[in-house]
């Protein structure tokens, strides 16, 4: 913001403005000889001058003279009584005006200025919208005071200044954005959002519901006035509100009211070959909508010449509204051969597009067209109802688009093929992951993607740590197994560089994880999520053996070197140890049923870098707690042996 635009520059001095000095002019006196002695008539009177006229010489005489000394005094300087704001710089040289001006003002910025409405206040720093002060532009302008326009002109002001002070408008400089910033604050609690007037349709009536106009601050002049007060001793200044008119006013909105009754008048034939179909007013009721158009021209021009525009407000047939209606007894011509999205294939690392296939059915965007400007119309109310070839939302052409052809990542983690039920759910969780796509900026979710896990997916009960009464344990859970899949997506993600927006590590210890780098996964509860932060698609794929997951991200390549390092364990702490009497076991027998875990904590730092540069470190801190030996201890009495005599044998 340029200082002098601040304010209007010199034009707006506070002075004589567009009052003239008084100015004598003597009467034309028209020569006339006298006939008697040849005399002139201005002769004859040359001693005769009135007392006012003399009077006005002499002020006039004065003010020049005082002009004139005033123009010696003040060669060089500012003119004597002028003002930049408050503070008085008149007869002053540039160089001592502006280091006042400096001395004076500058300082001014360390003290906020408040704003002010409604008995609410926001406190604005000079720092938060960069304030500053720069007083030669205003320097500049005081000098100009009586420097400017014709002789009249200047000795006015100069004459002026010597009976009032001619002010100088001041203020600071700032950014604008970071001032648009501050303001967005006033505004978010004072803003009224202004409601557009619309139509509501009930059976077969509709009803206007009337335009209400909202209010928001003033920003130019709320910003103008903020400045200015930086370098005014006045430190609080009130907002000005200024009225904001609804898009859609009443008129408009009486302009679909008379077009939505138009479509509630009768019935509505859909006929598609040799095949109709009826829907009475009742249904048509359904399927009106409005909709808020783009701009209309009045067709006449305002003071500054521009085409004025508003908003209008159609009725209209929707087409998701008539679906569902129309679909059902459309039968056999409703008919959708379903389009499918384009995919990727990887094989050996290499990425191919296996192409979209267009679907077939009704053309419900044209008839929903076709309808509005039947019903809305004078002729027959029969529409016509035509199919058409429905693209897909990923065509051949989009994913090429995408930029998915290279891997970006690999991770592989192992498991025991023994425990079947988690095994299933390890491929089941695999398979719903598959083919995930994360658009350019978009943060990927596990738990969004996923879904939870139910019985009716397929997902079956597995062991899982679950809290008992502060103690962690192993219990067979729906879904359970399914933190090798989060965690071998969260090393997947660590390799390739992509930012990790959410990752937990497990509540204890598992060595068969990598080393401070495991994710626990739960519906409901911690989550794992990323961002995709290249200028391209991400694409998942995953695959599974009777032992191992493997995870991949494909796109193109962003250029990311990954470097790492791993702690030592610290803070460890001993597990406790749990005995259960166990009557089927001998006494003095001891067997482990689950087995304890000793906490730790172990931090990973990750080093992002891209052609030598840094561009993030994350560390991921991993506090694991103790986890409870659980021991069986026979208590079964050792069996006792009893041994009889040898049986002897009578005579």
Known sequence: ??????????????????????????????????????????????????????????????????????????AGRVHPGVHVGDVKIGGMTREAATAK?????????????????????????????????????????AFSVGRTGNLAEQIAVRAYAWVRPVIVPVSATC????????????????????????????????????ARDGSDIERSSVRAALLTAFVSPLRTIEATVASISADIQDADAQLARADALKMLSGQVVVRFEDKTWEFAPEEISRWIVFTKTGTETTGSLTATGAVPTRKTLV?????????????????????VVEPVDASFSVSNQKVSIVPHRDGTGPDIEQLAADMTSILTGSGQRVVELRTARVKPAVTTERAKEMGVKERLATYTTS??????????????????????????GATFSFNDHAGQRTAEKGYREANAIVNRGGQLVLEPQLGGGICQVGTTMFNTVFFSGLPVVERRNHSFYIDSYPKGRDATISWGGPDFKFQNDTPHWVLIKTAVSASTVTISLYGTDPGYEVEYRTSSFQEVRAHGVIEKKDPTLQVGSRVIEDG???????????????????????????VYKPKTEVVRVGTKPASTTTSSPPATRTP
């Open 101 to 141: 001006l400096t001395a004076e003002l500058v300082p001014r910025l360390a003290q906020p200025v408040t704003i002010t409405h409604g008995g609410r206040d926001w406190e604005v720093d000079s720092a938060s919208i960069e304030a500053t002060f720069e007083p030669a532009p205003f320097v500049d302008l």
């Open 596 to 622: 304890g875990v000793d906490g730790r904590m172990v931090s990973v730092t990750r080093i992002v870098k891209k052609a030598g540069t840094v561009l993030r470190t994350d560390t991921f801190r991993s």
């Open 415 to 440: 498991y025991s093929p023994a425990n079947k039920p988690r095994v299933s759910n390890i491929h089941l969780l695999a398979k719903a992951l598959d083919g995930a796509l994360i658009a350019p």
């Open 1 to 74: 913001m340029n200082a002098g635009d601040t304010n209007g520059a010199a034009g707006k001095l506070s002075g004589p403005g567009d009052e003239e000095l008084e100015s004598w002019h003597g009467d034309a006196i028209a020569r006339r000889r006298d006939r008697h002695t040849g005399e002139s008539r201005r002769e004859k009177h040359a001693h005769r001058i009135p007392l006012p006229v003399k009077a006005g010489i002499a002020a006039l005489a004065l003010v020049i003279a005082m002009a004139g000394v005033e123009i010696g005094a003040a």
């Open 315 to 335: 009725a209209g047939i929707g087409p998701e509204a008539l679906t569902g209606s129309v679909r059902p007894k459309l039968g056999a011509a409703a008919t």
């Open 175 to 210: 950014d604008e954005a970071a001032a648009d910033a501050a303001l967005d604050l006033v505004s978010a609690e004072v803003r009224v959002e202004p409601v557009d007037a619309t139509v509501t349709v009930s059976g077969l009536n509709a009803e206007v519901v009337s």
